[in-house]
């Protein structure tokens, strides 16, 4: 994705000092058995659903930009938090079984994903994850993938013992659907408890309630693009939906109106559209547009408009 700040920019502030922005690191050893992957990769639960967002819609462009006062240096998050859940990094050890009949089944044991400065950061265990996938072509002109993963982690109270426990975990599933070069769509969703809005494990008001109780999360997508030549026409659809807890419901002491304490965000939605051209097979040129609202439990409302265009090179 383009990034909304680039390394130039940086670089040009003598003040900070500028490292390398170094996502993976890994050794993989593979043979008729399956493989083996050890070392700083993408973690499977819910990667079926970033990978069609970088395909069939935001993979030149940038569509949400994340937090626009703290974003510098850092990519942009397409359709993420607006019904699509990133799957992120972590380091860790997975097995991937070899494919049978275009199906594979993937485990996987990473770093836990500890939420930072809450009374529930304390962990003890890895992470497990898994993903069943399979990839089917029907025909000529018809192929069809389908996903599904998920993963697990408990987390304990600071300084405390073991007896209270916070499971965050989540399931993710989708299908991509791709007629020849001209047609694709792809739809999915995700559902678990203390997943957020962004990533699993990212510490925010929309995880847990004042006393860390976590709350349930689900989300849903769909995404198409046309492809007629070198110009891509991209489109989506997302959003997230957070439930409250009973804390979150109890009334405010001396309310009048028995209105809870505090106001929480309840849903995101995002509307996106692109349109990339492709004169060569290393240049791109995007515009792209996402039109962002959310909602919070006692009525507020946002709504904004992104608009941005930008170009990619690869080599």
């Known amino acids: 994705m383009i990034c909304t700040h680039s390394n130039v920019t940086r670089a040009q502030k003598k003040y900070i000092v500028n490292r390398p922005d170094v996502h993976e690191g890994y050794l993989k050893i593979e043979g008729a058995w399956g493989s083996v992957v050890a070392g700083r990769v993408e973690v499977l639960f819910n990667r079926g659903a970033v990978v069609t967002d970088i395909l069939y819609l935001h993979g030149y462009g940038v569509g949400f930009p994340a937090d626009l006062n703290s974003n510098d240096g850092f990519p942009t998050a397409g359709q ?51 993903e069943l996938t399979t990839d089917q072509q029907l025909g000529h002109l018809v192929r069809v993938l389908l996903y599904f993963n998920g993963g697990v982690q408990p987390n304990y109270q600071q300084s405390k013992s073991d007896r209270v426990v916070r499971n965050l975990f989540g399931i993710g599933y989708g299908t991509r659907i791709e ?63 957070i439930q409250m807890t009973s804390l979150d419901l109890m009334p405010a002491p001396n309310n009048p109106f028995g209105d809870p304490a505090f106001s929480v965000l ?15 097979d290393w240049l791109h040129f995007d515009i792209d547009v996402m039109l962002a609202d959310s909602e919070w439990d006692l009525g507020e409302r946002q709504r904004v408009n992104f608009y941005n265009a930008g170009t990619t090179i690869t080599w």
């Not at 309840?266 to 060569?280: D, E, I, L, R």
């Open 266 to 280: 309840k849903s995101q939605t995002g509307v996106s559209a692109a349109v990339v051209f492709h004169p060569c």
């Open 80 to 130: 993420i938090g607006f019904g699509v859940l990133a799957n992120g990094f972590a380091a860790g050890l997975s097995y991937s079984s070899p494919l049978v009949v275009g199906t594979q089944f993937s485990v996987g044991l990473y770093d836990p994903a500890s939420l930072t400065d809450t009374d529930i950061e304390r962990t003890k265990f890895p992470r497990p994850e898994f």
């Open 179 to 241: 007629f020849g070069k001209t047609f694709h769509l792809g739809i999915g969703g995700h559902w678990g408890r203390g997943l957020g809005l962004a990533y699993a494990g990212l510490p925010s008001d929309a995880v847990y309630d004042i006393d860390y109780n976590l709350r349930y999360t689900t989300g849903y997508f769909a995404m198409a693009q046309l492809v007629l030549g070198r110009v891509d026409f991209n489109g989506g659809y997302g959003r997230t939906n």
